[in-house]
């Protein structure tokens, strides 16, 4: 699986499409078919975005465990590594919170 992400700053619209196998007549590698998924939509000019490509194994891999989990979710069944992380960020904010209120105004004025 391939993946690329860079910064998307406008509202696009998901896509998600297949591409067939090809050969690259210049070195003859061969590509297998492959399937894309844009969760941010696709790049136009000078807008960026997210870029899922995978094999077509790979998308069938990942599209039972998305199904699997996202059915769970609807259950209120949620992933120890999702409440893990959900966990860390809520503790992180604590802290930054707690950093700021102790901060003396020499501190926040020397920053």
Do not use: C, H
Not at 20 to 38: H, I, L
Not at 52 to 63: C, H, K, S, Y
Request: proline residues 5%.
């Amino acid at each position: 699986m391939y993946v690329q992400l860079t910064l998307n700053d406008e509202d696009g619209v998901p896509e998600v499409y297949s591409t067939p196998p090809w050969t690259d007549d210049a070195d003859g590698r061969a590509e297998t078919a492959r399937v894309v998924v844009d969760p941010v939509g696709r790049p136009d000019g000078e807008r960026s975005g997210v870029l899922l490509t995978m094999t077509i194994g790979e998308a069938l891999v990942l599209g039972r465990r998305i199904t699997e989990i996202a059915e769970a979710a609807a259950e209120g069944q949620f992933s120890r590594r999702g409440t893990q992380w959900r966990r860390e960020v809520q503790d992180r904010k604590r802290r930054e919170a707690w950093n700021v209120l102790m901060a003396t105004t020499d501190d926040v004025e020397d920053s």
